[in-house]
């Protein structure tokens, strides 16, 4: 029996987890065979039914929420999609990043089922900042020594795999992506360092509760292997604690209801 999923906040409405890397969000025909979903998981662990009103990446690990009804599935999924939620993202690139940018690079959509070329493009930006770096002794390209950066990333906008490509197309791909990334790093970090995975983490995120209209802020940590690799590369000080916080609707100084993962 698999272990149950990480409840990071959860009331009467919704509920917030810490999907692992590697695991769908829900069934999907790109994912033929596959037996194992955040949905059906959470669902059987709650014992009720869960509604997903946004999406992580498979390979991504971090803050997803669920709402407990249709009713407010829909005011939750329409934050989204207006982009009125707040999303704050680790990931580990291949380089020296940008101390802070704002990327706005258009994107066509990548569904799979018709040529990229033929899907309009898409506004989107993403603005990034590099909380730490790390130079290895090591040849990994055509340089003596591999650079490797932190990025803190806050998507702007909702395009799939948006921060991978954003990042891939100014020079600085994450480390573990096969798709935007670059092989020889990708192979480096899996056999020298143990680390198998995409290095990006969605480790906060904000929005307005739907029935108190309080802003709900819920942080995750990282898993082990990501946790593990920052501290080898003396970045311990970035690490994210889980927990959450409800912040007044209004312009008052928040009131903090609880910092600690529900049980």
């Given at each position: 029996?698999?272990?149950?999923?990480?409840?990071?906040?959860?009331?009467?409405?919704?509920?917030?987890?810490?999907?692992?890397?590697?695991?769908?969000?829900?069934?999907?025909?790109?994912?033929?065979?596959?037996?194992?979903?955040?949905?059906?998981?959470?669902?059987?662990?709650?014992?009720?039914?869960?509604?997903?009103?946004?999406?992580?990446?498979?390979?991504?690990?971090?803050v997803?929420?669920?709402?407990?009804?249709?009713?407010?599935?829909?005011?939750?999924?329409?934050?989204?999609?207006e982009?009125?939620?707040?999303?704050?993202?680790?990931?580990?690139?291949?380089?020296?990043?940008?101390?802070?940018?704002?990327?706005?690079?258009?994107?066509r959509?990548?569904?799979?089922?018709r040529?990229?070329?033929?899907?309009?493009?898409?506004?989107?930006?993403?603005?990034?900042?590099?909380?730490?770096?790390?130079?290895?002794?090591?040849?990994?390209?055509?340089?003596?020594?591999?650079?490797?950066?932190?990025m803190?990333?806050?998507?702007?906008?909702?395009?799939?795999?948006?921060?991978?490509?954003?990042?891939?197309r100014?020079?600085?791909?994450?480390?573990g992506?096969?798709?935007?990334?670059?092989?020889?790093?990708?192979?480096?970090?899996?056999?020298?360092?143990?680390?198998?995975?995409?290095?990006?983490?969605?480790?906060?995120?904000?929005?307005?509760?739907?029935?108190?209209?309080?802003?709900?802020?819920?942080?995750?940590?990282?898993?082990?292997?990501?946790?593990?690799?920052f501290?080898?590369?003396?970045?311990?000080?970035?690490?994210?604690?889980?927990?959450?916080?409800?912040?007044?609707?209004?312009?008052?100084?928040?009131?903090?209801?609880?910092?600690?993962p529900?049980?």
């Amino acid at each position: 029996m698999s272990a149950p999923l990480p409840i990071l906040y959860q009331d009467d409405t919704l509920v917030v987890i810490a999907k692992p890397s590697g695991l769908l969000v829900h069934r999907t025909a790109l994912a033929r065979g596959e037996t194992r979903f955040a949905l059906q998981l959470l669902r059987d662990q709650l014992g009720r039914h869960v509604y997903p009103v946004h999406r992580l990446d498979r390979p991504t690990s971090g803050v997803l929420v669920f709402a407990l009804s249709s009713e407010i599935a829909r005011p939750l999924g329409e934050a989204f999609a207006e982009q009125r939620v707040s999303k704050r993202y680790l990931a580990v690139v291949r380089g020296q990043g940008p101390e802070a940018e704002r990327l706005d690079y258009a994107l066509r959509e990548e569904d799979g089922r018709r040529p990229k070329a033929e899907m309009p493009a898409m506004e989107a930006a993403t603005e990034v900042r590099r909380l730490d770096s790390v130079e290895l002794p090591v040849r990994v390209d055509r340089y003596p020594s591999a650079r490797y950066s932190l990025m803190e990333a806050r998507p702007l906008t909702g395009r799939r795999h948006q921060i991978r490509r954003h990042l891939s197309r100014r020079g600085y791909p994450i480390i573990g992506d096969a798709r935007h990334g670059k092989g020889n790093h990708n192979r480096f970090f899996s056999e020298q360092l143990d680390t198998h995975r995409l290095l990006l983490a969605a480790v906060e995120l904000g929005l307005e509760h739907p029935v108190t209209g309080e802003r709900l802020v819920v942080n995750a940590g990282l898993e082990h292997d990501m946790t593990q690799l920052f501290e080898r590369f003396g970045w311990s000080a970035h690490l994210p604690c889980p927990g959450y916080r409800l912040e007044a609707a209004t312009a008052a100084p928040s009131t903090t209801r609880a910092t600690m993962p529900t049980p």
